[in-house]
């Protein structure tokens, strides 16, 4: 696995994206923290009347810090994977003196150790930000620990589902694509399953938030990103304030606990991701070592995932279309979107999957 060549290989096709994936992580976390810290520094110093500052710092992971570090490693493992099948390069590496299994590990490793690297790098900075500014009166950096290992999990996981994904698909567009829609998948049937179960019951507009809720909460247990869906730390300092129906206040008791609203998901939360590695890993060198290069360039490499891939397409499509033309009091609606819009994907797909797509290759 550890040869000179291959390695230098995923250097020269991915050293932009890493790159990028390196200025988005070093931006959104100590850059962003330090940042913070200036700010209440400036804002402590303030002199105005009847002014009073309370330190308050608020770090949740739905800002995009993962959402931004997992596209870069989905474009990653696109330029690694599914950009050599688009320029017709795989054949050419198929050829060198490699196993394909060596092959896959190595443009897996690369990815995981640059993902590792990040996330040590950014632990530290934060912790000696920490350590040398303001946030230090305020602060206790014991929720970050918790932090980083939940994100450094979920990355290797997303990147190794995108490297997955790459080994059954034939180019770019539907590696990434698929990829996409797979990983938000979990969400997105909380809303067509609620809309099916909704239409078909003939329910209030109450008890469809009820499904929603209901069905989001089995769901999200299966989503890669489930360890930091509702993970937060806050210290909020200001205190507890009641007031009149003028506005005038009543009372102001201080606060007996700062990090109240601090959020840390259960640790059992990551068998999750750690499932999607442990199962998708081995899976993707067992496709890649079998990969069928004569369909490169077409949505999906292997023929006999056509026919799983055209019923789970057209069945999310038509409940996608009865859940925007159904309600309440049209169940027949919901069912006239439901048929058209899965006939009308079904022949747009099957168009698709004949389809190649490829660039020019040396």
């Given at each position: 696995m550890f040869h000179k060549a291959l390695w230098m290989r995923q250097w020269k096709q991915g050293k932009y994206i890493i790159l990028l994936f390196w200025l988005i992580s070093l931006y959104?976390?100590?850059?962003?923290?330090?940042?913070?810290?200036?700010?209440?520094?400036?804002?402590?110093?303030?002199?105005?009347?009847?002014?009073?500052?309370?330190?308050?710092?608020?770090?949740?992971?739905?800002?995009g810090v993962i959402l931004f570090q997992g596209a870069a490693l989905i474009a990653l493992a696109c330029f690694l994977i599914g950009w050599e099948r688009n320029n017709q390069s795989t054949d050419f590496l198929f050829a060198m003196p490699f196993k394909r299994k060596d092959i896959f590990l190595t443009k897996w490793s690369f990815g995981v150790l640059n993902i590792i690297a990040v996330q040590i790098i950014c632990w530290i900075s934060m912790y000696g930000i920490k350590n040398i500014s303001f946030h230090i009166e305020y602060q206790i950096f014991t929720p970050f620990h918790r932090y980083f290992l939940y994100a450094t999990v979920v990355l290797v996981a997303i990147y190794t589902f995108a490297l997955f994904i790459g080994t059954i698909t034939g180019n770019v567009f539907s590696q990434s694509s698929l990829t996409a829609i797979l990983l938000f998948l979990p969400y997105g049937l909380v809303l067509l399953i609620s809309g099916f179960v909704y239409s078909n019951t003939q329910g209030s507009v109450e008890a469809l938030g009820e499904i929603e809720h209901q069905t989001h909460k089995y769901l999200q247990h299966a989503s890669i990103s489930s360890p930091l869906e509702f993970f937060s730390i806050v210290y909020d300092y200001h205190p507890i304030e009641t007031f009149d129906d003028y506005g005038n206040k009543l009372s102001s008791v201080p606060q007996d606990n700062p990090m109240e609203r601090t959020s840390l998901p259960s640790p059992w939360t990551l068998l999750t991701p750690f499932a999607y590695i442990m199962i998708f890993l081995p899976l993707s060198i067992f496709l890649y070592a079998r990969t069928p290069n004569e369909h490169n360039g077409k949505i999906l490499l292997f023929p006999s995932l056509?026919?799983?891939?055209?019923?789970?397409?057209?069945?999310?499509?038509?409940?996608?279309?009865?859940?925007?033309?159904?309600?309440?009091?049209?169940?027949?609606?919901?069912?006239?979107?439901?048929?058209?819009?899965?006939?009308?994907?079904?022949?747009?797909?099957?168009?698709?999957?004949?389809?190649?797509?490829?660039?020019?290759?040396?």
């Open positions: 959104q976390l100590p850059y962003r923290y330090y940042k913070a810290a200036q700010m209440e520094l400036h804002q402590s110093k303030m002199k105005i009347d009847d002014y009073t500052y309370y330190y308050s710092y608020y770090f949740q992971t739905y800002d056509q026919k799983w891939f055209m019923i789970c397409t057209v069945l999310c499509f038509g409940l996608f279309g009865g859940r925007v033309l159904g309600g309440r009091d049209a169940l027949l609606s919901y069912y006239i979107g439901f048929f058209l819009t899965s006939i009308i994907s079904y022949f747009i797909f099957t168009r698709l999957l004949k389809l190649k797509f490829a660039f020019g290759g040396k």
